[in-house]
T-cell receptor, first 116, second 113 residues
Framework: DTGVSQDPRHKITKRGQNVTFRCDPI?????LYWYRQTLGQGPEFLTY????????KSRLLSDRFSAERPKGSFSTLEIQRTEQGDSAMYLC??????????????FGEGSRLTVL | GENVEQHPSTLSVQEGDSAVIKCTYS??????FPWYKQELGKRPQLIID?????GEKKDQRIAVTLNKTAKHFSLHITETQPEDSAVYFC????????????FGKGTTLSVSS
């Protein structure tokens, strides 16, 4: 297992278009998180899953954003009708709740979105 | 919900000096406090963490202290080296619940030789 992978790494789109990002977590990790990071800021929580169940969504998350984890493995994050303010790095992370070091989040490399 | 404040936003030190970054949190239920390091263009990576049943933890040149009464925790880096230059984020959560880590805004540490 090579860690958390995200695809695509970069996406440039025009305002109003829809985009979708994919995240493949570490295989034994049942928790999967999406964060958004803009330049000079810390990762901002968007939503998270335990297996296929979406347990929490940030109050800041617009209804243009939707995330799924249909089989409890990979997850997708879709942004509809993109706006320039959506330009950011979208980070996926996973963790396990089992074992001694259950707190550590393992991040992917991120998907950078640029909305023109 | 949890809110994490981090200071300073930037920190410049000379090689060999110590660096201290401080964070405060709002949710008294939080019991897990990690620190992540993010180098330019890279993903955040865990460098050290502390749980609420201890007040201090050390790993070589890095240490973290926690004051649960005051709801603040700090990262201490001694004998800084140029490769310590990065952005450091603190975070807090209720660990057993598996809820999301809430991050501070980050501190950009620059170590000059």
């Amino acid at each position: 297992d090579t860690g958390v992978s995200q695809d695509p790494r970069h996406k440039i789109t025009k305002r109003g278009q829809n985009v979708t990002f994919r995240c493949d977590p570490i295989s034994e990790h049942n928790r999967l998180y999406w964060y958004r990071q803009t330049l000079g800021q810390g990762p901002e929580f968007l939503t998270y899953f335990q297996n296929e169940a979406q347990l929490e969504k940030s109050r800041l998350l617009s209804d243009r954003f939707s995330a799924e984890r249909p089989k409890g493995s990979f997850s997708t994050l879709e942004i509809q009708r993109t706006e320039q303010g959506d330009s950011a790095m979208y980070l996926c992370a996973s963790r396990t709740l089992a074992g001694a070091n259950t707190g550590e989040l393992f991040f992917g490399e991120g998907s950078r979105l640029t909305v023109l | 919900g949890e809110n994490v404040e981090q200071h300073p936003s930037t920190l410049s030190v000379q090689e060999g000096d110590s660096a201290v970054i401080k964070c405060t949190y709002s949710d008294s239920a939080s019991n897990y406090f990690p620190w992540y390091k993010q180098e330019l263009g890279k993903r955040p990576q865990l460098i050290i963490d502390i749980r609420s049943n201890v007040g201090e933890k050390k790993d070589q040149r890095i240490a973290v202290t926690l004051n649960k009464t005051a709801k603040h925790f700090s990262l201490h880096i001694t004998e800084t080296q140029p490769e310590d230059s990065a952005v450091y984020f603190c975070a807090a959560t209720v660990n057993q619940a598996g809820t999301a880590l809430i991050f501070g805004k980050g501190t950009t540490l620059s170590v000059s030789s």
